[in-house]
């Protein structure tokens, strides 16, 4: 299970999601934009996945994304979008995002593509964790 923020402005597609992430026992908390999500990650709250659409109002998830990868630099970004325009604009960020999703999806869709972005998390956290300035464990004293 995994701890899941969604900041998602249109209010079935963002009910959508909570639903079908919570029903596959991940425990979710939606809001409707940027800045709210930002001040629930600042509330110290750990999350394990932000899943942001990008346009939102007050802040957009672009913005959001930047100022996440910056104070939270551990946790997994994936945006979702239903404009093909708008998916350029995360053109760039592939260091600082896992992935963008297109919308309309579908629940198993969404639901993949979460799993994948939990899946690199851990590995990234496996990762880190076998390598202690270049040694591996079977090395360390």
């Known amino acids: 299970m995994a701890r899941i923020l969604v900041a998602e402005d249109e209010v ?9 992430l919570a029903h596959h026992g991940h ?9 709210e999500a930002l001040h629930e990650l600042q509330s110290d709250n750990a999350y394990d996945l932000l899943l942001t ?11 959001l994304s ?12 994936l945006l979702m979008t239903g404009y093909a325009a708008e998916r350029q604009r995360a053109y760039n960020l592939e260091d600082l995002i896992h992935d963008v999703i297109s919308k309309p999806f579908t629940l ?34």
């Open 12 to 20: 079935s597609l963002r009910e959508f999601v909570q639903r079908a």
């Open 27 to 35: 425990d979710v908390f939606a809001v409707r934009d940027g800045a």
């Open 108 to 141: 198993s869709e969404i639901c993949e593509k979460v799993e994948e972005a939990l899946k690199a998390t851990k590995q990234s956290i496996e990762a880190a964790s076998t390598t202690d300035y270049g040694l591996s464990p079977k090395n360390k004293k």
């Open 66 to 77: 930047l100022k996440v990868a910056k104070d939270f630099p551990e946790l997994r970004i």
């Open 53 to 63: 659409d990008i346009v939102m109002p007050v802040m957009d998830g672009i913005a």
